[in-house]
C-alpha cells in the first residue's frame, strides 16, 4: 500500500485546514497520526474502509472530522477549532489486519505517508 498525505500549511488558532490521504491496494484502516518535536508520534483519528467505523483521540474529539470517498480511494481529515497545540507533522498510515481502528496502535499500521506539515500559530 503507497500512501500521499497532502494539505498540511499554516493556520491561525481557531481556524480550519483539511488533510487528504490518496491510499493506493487495499486496506482495512485508515489513520492519521502526528508527531510534534520532540514528542512520540500519536494517533489522531482513524477510519475503517469496511464499515466507516471511526475513533479520535480525546484531543481533537469535537474539533476533527475523519471522513473517506472509497471510489477515489481518498481519506480527509477535516481540523477545525485549530490549536497551537495541534502543530506536528501529520502522517497517514494504512491498516491490513483490521486491528487498527480505533485503537491507533502505530505497531499495527504498516505502511506510511511521508507526512505533512501543520502549523498553528498567529
Known amino acids: 500500500v503507497q500512501l500521499q498525505a497532502s494539505g498540511g500549511g499554516l493556520a491561525q488558532p481557531g481556524g480550519s485546514l483539511r488533510l487528504s490521504c490518496a491510499a493506493s491496494g487495499s486496506t482495512d484502516a485508515i489513520a492519521w497520526f502526528r508527531q510534534a518535536p520532540g514528542k512520540e508520534r500519536r494517533g489522531v483519528s482513524c477510519i475503517s474502509t469496511t464499515d466507516g467505523a471511526t475513533g479520535y483521540a480525546d484531543s481533537v474529539k469535537g474539533r476533527f472530522t475523519i471522513s473517506r470517498d472509497n471510489a477515489k480511494n481518498m481519506v480527509y481529515l477535516e481540523m477545525k477549532s485549530l490549536k497551537p497545540e495541534d502543530t506536528a507533522v501529520y502522517y497517514c498510515?494504512?491498516?491490513?489486519?483490521?486491528?487498527?481502528?480505533?485503537?491507533?496502535?502505530?505497531?499495527?499500521?504498516?505502511?506510511w505517508g511521508q507526512g505533512t506539515l501543520v502549523t498553528v500559530s498567529s
Open positions: 498510515a494504512a491498516d491490513v489486519t483490521g486491528w487498527g481502528c480505533p485503537g491507533m496502535s502505530p505497531r499495527i499500521f504498516t505502511s
